[in-house]
């Protein structure tokens, strides 16, 4: 299946991604409005975030360049440092940005 990349077969991509993004994103509220939030569950919850993030990390800490290693310890530092996800975030792009740019 193709679709045409004219005006109207974005507008449908988008569309398309729009709807799997809901439906699941409110399919998993849906599920979840069942459970019971059990320790056990809320544990399983908090380690697949942590996979989640340590799974997009790595192979950019294993095959990226040079900006996105000054990024990731950039972030890093400035996480344990200040200690506030945002700024530490800003921070590992503002300086990813810099690397690429002067380098």
Do not use: C, Q
Not at 2 to 31: K, N, S
Not at 58 to 69: K, Q
Request: cysteine-free; overall charge positive; aromatic content about 6%.
């Amino acid at each position: 299946m193709a679709i045409e990349t004219t005006t109207l077969g974005v507008l449908g991509l988008i569309a398309i991604m729009t709807l799997t993004t809901l439906m699941t994103r409110f399919g998993g509220v849906f599920i979840m409005s069942f459970l019971r939030i059990s320790p056990r569950i809320e544990s399983f919850i908090n380690t697949m975030a942590s996979s989640v993030l340590i799974a997009i990390i790595v192979p950019m800490a294993v095959s990226g360049d040079l900006g996105a290693l000054a990024a990731l310890v950039a972030t890093g530092v400035s996480m344990l440092v200040i200690r506030k996800p945002l700024p530490a975030i800003a921070i590992g792009l503002l300086t990813a940005a810099l690397v690429r740019y002067f380098g």
